[in-house]
């Protein structure tokens, strides 16, 4: 099977190649990707090259594959595996196979990636139980379900104690107080999504932003009559116009502090103002995951000591996270394709990637199967003025609130193909 990749060669060296994969094993399997939305974490890779820990040292002789959060249809089954899998079934990837050499899809192999029209799942990824079924018909929230899954487990992995009982209980705090620090970005909305509509029973929600358009996109997606319909109060808060932001946000936490903080940027200011707020048994996320190694900032250990503060940081999720994310989103409680502000084709790929430090973009959903330069979801009426197509998803997008929707996807994946 010939396939069209995204293959990196070196540091920040990604090209698009198109080869032949080798026929599959007796216990391996053939997949046709239907999307990949991106991840940060593709672009830190890509800039570290070799010297990232899940890329292996032969890239120029054995580039790998770049992305990680896809799903499709299965299209040929190894011998072996004929009893587990059916050709045509469709599926969504759990990327996070928690080897102990750090390998893993997207990173680590020639032929395993998600930036690609066919890639193989090899062996060691189907032991591990990677491979979901997906019952849905919209890929996009398919391979959406990797990063809300990386939010569950963050939610998850906060813990809360009470005085002398040594036990952790986990998640965030029943009828706490939460704040979403630097919230704007696609996890930061996934984040606020998750917190107000799944379930979690939290009382209060304060997220913050300084960029006035992301804020008033986060207003838009996640509105606060909709969040007071779920019994949940949630405040924006602009903090560019906020003189003295730890003041400020204490006063919205009835001086209590809050009894969860995730910090959604690797910024050492911003840590230190959550730190400030936590209140007593406070536990701090750090979810924003840095590039520097030895990226350090102060802590009040006084409050660590006398008011049991503590601090926690994930990196990926679980397959029960994963499993979770899908429920709640076919179960419509959840919507990932909030995250989404921009749609392309598989040539649009390196050129973002490259340049995902410096966009303020939210998630991009890549099909490989279409021809489509990168297309920001607002661009589309512009571009539909020359051609009926653009402006027939543009109109999809509008009928969905501006959100990318399966509608707008399927009429994508009819009238764009180009592979």
């Known amino acids: 099977m010939k396939t069209k990749a995204?293959?990196?060669y070196g540091k920040k060296d990604l090209r698009v190649r198109e080869f032949e994969l080798p026929e599959i094993g007796e216990e391996e399997l053939l997949v046709k990707v239907i999307s990949d939305t991106a991840c940060l974490s593709t672009y830190k890779a890509t800039i570290l090259g070799e010297d990232h820990k899940r890329v292996p040292e032969n890239l120029?002789?054995?580039p790998i594959i770049v992305g990680h959060e896809f799903g499709g249809y299965i299209e040929k089954v190894g011998e072996k595996l004929k009893d587990q899998f059916n050709a045509g079934d469709k599926f969504v990837l759990q990327p996070a196979m928690g080897l102990d050499s750090g390998y893993s899809a997207g990173y680590s192999y020639e032929f395993f990636g998600g930036d690609a029209t066919y890639c193989i799942i090899p062996k060691v990824a189907i032991d591990l139980g990677t491979v979901l079924p997906f019952k849905g018909t919209y890929f996009a929230n398919g391979s959406l379900a990797e990063p809300m899954s990386c939010i569950i487990g963050a939610f998850n992995a906060n813990y809360h104690t009470k005085p002398y009982v040594y036990e952790h209980e986990m998640g965030v705090k029943q009828n706490g107080q939460l704040a979403l620090l630097g919230c704007g970005g696609p996890m930061g909305i996934g984040a606020l999504d998750y917190a107000v509509n799944g379930g979690l029973g939290v009382r209060k929600v304060v997220a913050t932003e300084m960029d006035e358009q992301r804020l008033e996109r986060l207003k838009k997606l996640v509105p606060v009559s909709a969040a007071k319909e779920k019994g949940v109060e949630l405040v924006y808060v602009n903090a560019a116009k906020v003189k003295d932001q730890k003041e400020y946000l204490m006063e919205l936490s009835d001086g209590q502090g809050y009894d969860d903080v995730m910090v959604f940027a690797a910024v050492e200011p911003l840590l230190v103002l959550a730190d400030s707020i936590l209140g007593i048994d406070g536990c701090l996320n750090f979810f924003a995951g840095p590039t520097d190694k030895n990226f350090t900032v102060p802590v009040n250990m006084y409050n660590v000591h006398y008011g049991s503060t503590h601090f926690v940081g994930t990196s990926g999720g679980s397959t029960d996270d994963m499993k979770l994310s899908l429920k709640l989103t076919e179960e419509g409680k959840i919507n990932p394709s909030m995250m989404i502000t921009h749609v392309g084709g598989l040539e649009a790929t390196p050129e973002m990637i490259l340049g995902m430090k410096d966009s303020s973009a939210g998630k991009n959903a890549i099909y490989p199967h279409i021809s489509l330069e990168l297309t920001a979801l607002e661009d589309f009426e512009e571009k539909g003025k020359t051609d009926p197509k653009f402006m027939e998803i543009h109109r999809l997008?509008?009928?969905?609130?501006?959100?990318?929707?399966?509608?707008?996807?399927?009429?994508?994946?009819?009238?764009f193909t180009g592979q």
Do not use: Q
């Open 6 to 8: 995204v293959a990196l």
């Open 60 to 62: 120029e002789e054995h």
């Open 397 to 415: 997008i509008e009928k969905h609130d501006g959100i990318w929707n399966e509608e707008a996807e399927r009429y994508l994946l009819e009238n």
